[in-house]
């Protein structure tokens, strides 16, 4: 016996001294995904933890979980209940509790240990969790409620419905040891205790569901309430079983009237149990304040009614009615096993402004909820209380695009108020501004707005670089948020409010990185499984609070989706094989009913809300762009098969996987067969990515594409010509926007990344400009649209807080830009994959974290040079690869780990790549040129300001200093006001008129000139120069060229002598090349030409014209002439020759050098060859001007012939235009060139190895 307890005593030592040894903790225990529930339904529960360690590669070895009856024996680590002793196992999620059984409102308390190959745990704190009443043996009492409506309500087109006030007085017969309270609604309801509200900020509750099938019961421990004499007391509201719009039965079903049912089952501390339920012998008046609650409509409050002290003990309530017992509710009570709503304060106003009698208040935020304000008035009184998401013009409420929602909140005044403050109860609302009338002299201080939805842990966080790209996110976090009422509901301030299943198809993947959305999905997969239909149909509103059973294919997809999300992000099964029934039943039928031939021939939506060609519309109308709705279905099809064959591996069924195989494998083959058109070889441009061949899906819009490449449907032999017809449509007819509607953008952003065009889908990430996320941010968007045109479209469906224009968005910046992902087949990322996107060249930095069931991921990145440093944290009991910017891959076990790696070059000749500048305070850049000073130094100028042609546009210069890794951050050095020091900038000052074109030179002195224009228009430039003798540090006041000079177009002049040569040209009626000359001696300016120019073909009209020719560059040929090359209209450089250094020059003919109507540059190195960057695209014959990708470098040995030599840019985002280029003294090139009209790009390349 000594040798046992010594062999006890020192198990704990050991295990006390590797805890402290190893710092090992086990924290977030939960018990099915919640934090010490009450009044669970489910009897072998599920045990999950997350550990954290300070050490490094920490595995889980083995766990141990005790579960008590009591506190004190669980305290005395007696398992009464179960004792699973030590497992040897790395499982720490979904561990199935093995004890003895457990039964209705059980309190069961347990605790757990865990020990790693770097030491054990301490024993976690007490947790706790109780069963609820599981069968309905176990509920005493009865319905009950009132039957029948009341003097002023009304069913109808705006429903009535007063609060029923509910109270019974309860005495308790010993000391109260335990007391639970299960809480049934049928309707929503407050339920108080002595006066207290229970469950705290606790709001609408319970969460809606078919109450057909399914009414929520909540569990509260009111221990610490009761007293001697207690007084219990409801109040129950309309919610959604009275439903908010009752004129068309055969769309909203009408459920019936409030009514509840209430079971407190108490033990005394002498070990007897009492219970109390609600029977006929409660109380109920309808007479209290609350005389209406409409979600829709709002809520109305009559302070003159006030029932004050109702809900407390010794209220008399005489003249009161007994309740009714009502007909029971045909749902089955289940527990209510997600997190309730809350409301929670969101602050003051951030104006108050007075317009006509009332007044305005800007919450600053769209947000749902109400607002609470302080009272104060005299008996009769009314405040109303209007609610709206923007203002009209005038500064009024704009409420079109609430439709018939009255979205209004009326109190009526007592005279006692004395500034109480008072808010609606029953009741939300979407707005960030309001009209509050009735009141006087208002104030910030009277007002706080309230948010109110589902309480959600925030689980992920995501900043980068892009500022535009970050409010986006923040706008999608508020609305996810928004949208949360007990199921993801589509908007929440008109009459709609719908739990549309196609927003969530695979919105439910994205929000799951912003939230803990996993007990509101598991909620949301069985209410779609009541709703289903006997014959197979799924609704496409779950909830079916709206009766819309369009036997779609798409909107359904959401049940599938959704459990497929729950699995892989969470771990959690269940929901698939509960729900696997009901989605092989909907299968079934579409393939009996809607399937012809292998194609699905039922749709409905189509490719909802493809982005308008019009702002005033809601759809486009252009049949070019809207995608069969057959071939979405179908492709729908394939894919929901995919995921059940996966289903029922999971289950073991093996006929149902190969079926579901050989129908999607099947349904493949026809898919391929009637939507893939394939012509190899007819691309105009063989090999450019914006010219593929004409091989794509159906009509070729971009959803026709992306959904069978999403889907693994596309042929490996067809698959890049189907990505580059996707790119295509993005950049060509879509303008470098987004060209689909919520089906596409689904699978839009990860299939560009997926196929090597993340740096395509960053474009559209960050694009401002209609139609984009950006453009909601710049038109004054704290959520996301309902419309990609929703500051200008219709009202009638126009919501400004919607989710389902986000596609993936939120997956793609979590997974591709942060990194977070997981293996192939890991599950609630146990196996990580961290891949961010380095690739990214305008994405400078990324800090994403994510909470997996496992713990915190941490994916920090930030480009520094040629360097990325990259700081990464992998949870405990998890392993990740990393995927570094060279492809190279490493695999770590939990930890932190900080990398300083290399960023790869895209050609060994590039011996520096960067931009000029990240961050800056000019939107747009254009028109770069670059000189090397005396020093060794770089200056480059360029033109900035909000766009070209606008009266911002300024001349700015960026210096690196030799020896430098960077370049110093851009100076402004000229502009283009009347007065000099009068710089208003990103303005339309009638002073200003925009700069153009700067050029800069070195002088023989050292002294810098750099020219430029400053006009309205291009065919008003007025040249002028402002120079610097400090190495571009200062700059002299402008000085004006001589009337009609403009001095160097674009490209740098060249010294011959004393004579300075400044290739230019005009672009007013034709554009013609001349050279304007200055004498440095003589301070002298010479005009030479125009040149006369030959005919030749013009791309626009494919008609004879002169030669259109401009923005010449100079070179000096071996034989001692001059040589230009110019951009032109003519599909080829132009050229020109002067064998007199300038003074005269030859008649404009074409060149062989292929040219995309878009400036080039060149130079004639020291050996004599000659280098040109240009755009290597000949302009197609029928258009204006070709794509400005990609841009090239080449050479020649006699300026006539050359050759290409190097790819500076490829990217099909095109505008890489408009290059400088120069030879330094180091024998070096070095080249600044537009980067997308965001930034200027410099390369220095290596002239060595230039091929």
């Avoid at 600053?364 to 008035?377: D, P, S």
Wanted: neutral net charge; contains cysteine; charged residues 25%.
């Amino acid at each position: 016996m000594m040798k046992k307890q010594l062999n006890i005593f020192l198990a704990l030592l050991f295990w006390a001294f590797t805890v402290q040894a190893a710092q090992v903790e086990i924290y977030d225990l939960q018990v099915e995904h919640l934090t010490n529930p009450l009044g669970i339904d489910v009897v072998k529960p599920h045990f999950s933890w997350k550990i954290k360690s300070d050490k490094k590669q920490v595995k889980q070895t083995e766990y141990q979980i005790l579960v008590a009856s009591s506190e004190a024996k669980l305290n005395n680590n007696e398992g009464d209940l179960w004792n699973s002793s030590s497992v040897q196992s790395a499982q720490q999620l979904a561990i199935a509790y093995q004890g003895k059984a457990l039964v209705s409102n059980q309190l069961v308390y347990w605790k757990a240990r865990v020990a790693t190959n770097k030491g054990k745990s301490g024993w976690s704190p007490v947790q706790k969790f109780s069963i609820g009443l599981l069968t309905e043996s176990k509920w005493g009492g009865r319905w009950i409620g009132l039957e029948e409506l009341q003097p002023g309500e009304c069913r109808g087109i705006h429903p009535r419905l007063a609060v029923r006030y509910l109270r019974k007085e309860f005495a308790a017969k010993n000391e109260v040891k335990r007391a639970f309270a299960y809480v049934a609604g049928f309707g929503l309801y407050k339920f108080y205790v002595n006066g207290q509200q229970v469950g705290g900020n606790e709001a609408l509750t319970p969460s809606p569901t078919d109450y057909r099938k399914t009414i929520l019961y909540k569990t509260y421990d009111i221990t610490s309430l009761l007293q001697q004499k207690n007084a219990i007391a409801i109040s129950l509201a309309a919610g959604r079983v009275f439903p908010m719009r009752q004129e068309k039965y055969y769309k909203a079903p009408v459920f019936g009237l409030p009514k509840c049912r209430i079971n407190i089952l108490v033990e005394y501390a002498n070990g007897k149990t009492e219970r109390w339920n609600t029977d006929t012998d409660w109380k109920l008046s309808a007479n209290g304040p609350i005389r209406n609650t409409n979600e829709y409509d709002g809520e109305e409050y009559d302070a003159r009614m006030q029932l004050t002290g109702w809900n407390q003990v010794g209220f008399d309530d005489s003249k009161w009615r007994k309740a009714d017992r009502t007909s029971i509710p045909d749902g089955t009570l289940k527990s209510h096993m997600l997190p309730t709503m809350t409301e929670e304060i969101y602050g003051q106003p951030i104006s108050v402004k007075k317009h006509k009698n009332n007044y305005i208040l800007d919450f600053g935020q769209n947000l749902a909820g109400w607002v609470g304000l302080k009272v104060r008035g005299v008996k009769g009184d009314t405040i109303r209380v209007k609610y709206a998401e923007k203002l009209n013009a005038d500064g009024s409420l704009y409420r079109d695009n609430l439709r018939n929602a009255y979205s209004e909140d009326i109190y009526v005044c007592n005279g006692q108020e004395k500034g109480m403050i008072w808010r609606p109860t029953f009741v939300y609302h979407g707005f960030r501004y309001v009209e509050v009338s009735g009141v006087k002299n208002a104030k910030k201080e009277d007002f706080l707005a309230y948010m109110v939805g589902d309480k959600m842990t925030t689980i992920g966080t995501f900043e980068t670089s892009d500022t535009l790209l970050n409010q986006i996110m923040k706008n999608a976090w508020w609305g996810v948020k928004d949208n949360y009422k007990g199921m993801p509901v589509d908007c929440p301030q008109r009459n709609e409010r719908q739990p549309w299943l196609g927003d969530r198809t695979v919105g439910s993947l994205g929000e799951s990185f912003l939230f803990d959305n996993e007990r509101l999905y598991t909620k949301w997969m069985r209410d779609i499984c009541e709703s289903q239909r006997s014959d197979g149909v799924i609704p496409d509103v779950a909830p079916a609070f709206w009766n819309y059973y369009t036997d779609d294919m798409t909107w359904p997809a959401a049940l599938p989706f959704g459990c497929d999300m729950l699995y892989r992000q969470y771990g959690n099964k269940q929901p698939i094989i509960e729900s696997y029934p009901y989605m092989k039943k909907w299968m079934l039928h579409m393939l009996d009913e809607n399937t012809q031939d292998g194609i699905i021939t039922k749709d409905k939506y189509g490719d909802w809300c493809v982005p308008p060609e019009k702002l005033e519309l809601i759809h486009s109308q252009d049949p070019k762009r809207v995608t069969d709705g057959s071939l979405i279905a179908t492709a729908y099809g394939v894919r929901v098969m995919q995921l059940l064959e996966q289903f029922a591996q999971l289950q073991n069924l093996s006929e149902d996987a190969a079926y579901w195989k050989k129908q999607y494998t099947q349904m493949t083959e026809a898919f391929n067969k009637k939507y893939l058109t394939v012509k190899k070889g007819t691309s105009v441009r063989p090999g450019h990515v914006l010219y593929p061949d004409s091989t794509y899906y159906g009509n070729n819009t971009a959803t026709a594409n992306l959904l069978p490449l999403a889907f693994g449907i596309v042929p490996d032999s067809v698959k890049s010509d189907i990505v580059k017809q996707i790119v295509d449509n993005i950049i060509t007819p879509g303008k470098g926007h987004v060209t689909c509607g919520v089906i596409g953008i689904s699978w839009l952003l990860r299939g560009l990344s997926d196929h090597g065009f993340a740096d395509v889908a960053w474009m559209l990430a960050t694009n401002a400009t209609y139609p984009s996320w950006g453009y909601m941010v710049k038109n004054g968007a704290t959520t996301i649209w309902e419309l990609w045109n929703g500051d200008k479209a219709d009202p009638a469906m126009n919501s400004g807080n919607h989710v389902m224009l986000l596609g993936d968005l939120l997956t793609w910046c979590y997974q591709y830009v942060g990194g977070i992902q997981q293996q192939k087949n890991s599950i609630a990322y146990k196996h990580l994959l961290l891949k961010p996107s380095f690739e990214i060249p305008n994405c400078f930095h990324a800090n994403t974290s994510y909470v997996t069931p496992y713990g915190k991921v941490v994916s920090n990145w930030k480009k520094d040079g040629k360097k990325v440093h990259w700081e990464v944290e992998v949870p405990v009991n998890t392993d990740a690869e990393l995927v570094f910017p060279d492809g190279s891959r490493k695999t770590v076990e939990s930890g932190r780990y900080i990398y300083d790696v290399i960023m790869p070059v895209k050609d060994e000749a590039f011996m520096e790549d960067q931009f000029l500048y990240e961050y800056t305070s000019f939107p747009q850049a254009h028109a770069s040129t670059i000189t090397e000073l005396k020093n060794g130094d770089l200056l480059a100028a360029y033109f900035g300001g909000t766009k070209e042609k606008n009266p911002d546009v300024c001349i700015w210069v960026s210096r690196k200093p030799k020896g430098a890794d960077k370049w110093e951050a851009p100076m402004m050095i000229a502009d283009g006001t009347d007065d000099y020091l009068h710089r208003p900038l990103n303005s339309t000052d009638k002073a200003r008129k925009a700069c153009w074109n700067p050029v800069l030179f070195t002088m023989p002195d050292g002294e810098i000139w750099c020219f430029f224009k400053i006009a309205e228009e291009i065919s008003d430039w007025q040249g002028w120069v402002v120079k610097s003798k400090d190495g571009g540090k200062t700059w002299s006041k402008r000085e004006m060229l001589p009337k009609g000079f403009i001095g160097p177009v674009k490209n740098k002049p060249v010294l011959i002598g004393d004579r300075l040569l400044c290739p230019s040209s005009t672009e007013g009626d034709w554009w013609k090349f001349h050279v304007e000359i200055y004498n440095i001696k003589t301070k002298e300016w010479k005009y030479v030409g125009p040149i006369e120019a030959e005919d030749a073909v013009l791309t626009d009209d494919q008609k004879v014209h002169p030669i259109k020719c401009i923005q010449p560059s100079i070179l000096q040929l071996k034989d001692g002439r001059l040589m230009v090359l110019m951009r032109s209209h003519n599909a080829k450089l132009a050229k020109s020759y002067s064998s007199d250094n300038g003074e005269t020059w030859s008649k404009v003919e074409l060149s062989e050098v292929e040219n995309n109507q878009s400036g080039t540059d060149a130079v004639t190195l020291k050996d004599g060859r000659h280098v040109l960057i240009y755009n290597n695209f000949e302009t197609l014959m029928g258009t204006k001007k070709g794509p400005r990708t990609p841009l090239s470098i080449a050479v020649s040995e006699d300026g006539e012939h050359w050759h290409h030599s190097l790819t500076l840019e490829d990217s099909p985002v095109s505008q890489y235009s408009y290059p400088a280029i120069i030879q330094g003294k180091d024998g070096n090139l070095h080249c600044v060139y537009t980067w997308r009209r965001e930034r200027i790009a410099y390369k220095k390349i290596n002239l060595k190895l230039l091929k």
